[in-house]
């Protein structure tokens, strides 16, 4: 099983694979998806997370609190496999 997240702004949308193939998603606020990473997803299993680029272009406040979500599910993730940093 592998958990894949596109993180957003305000929503992020994941998807569960197990073989390839989704066995569940959705779409939802980023504090229910960062409640799921706390509490209901396996995290014995990989989390893959759409990291931000910008290729040089300008970028707002927007990709910027995006950076932030994208350090907080991976710390939620991490305190829920017993990772110390």
Known sequence: MILAIDPGTTESAWVR???G???????EGNSAVLARLRAEFD?????????IASYGMAVGKEVFATCVL???MVAAW???AGVAR
């Open 78 to 80: 991490e305190a829920r």
């Open 70 to 72: 994208i350090g907080r």
């Open 17 to 19: 694979l197990d073989g």
């Open 21 to 27: 193939l989704p066995t569940a998603h959705a779409k």
């Open 43 to 51: 995290p014995t299993n990989p989390l893959a997370i759409e990291m």
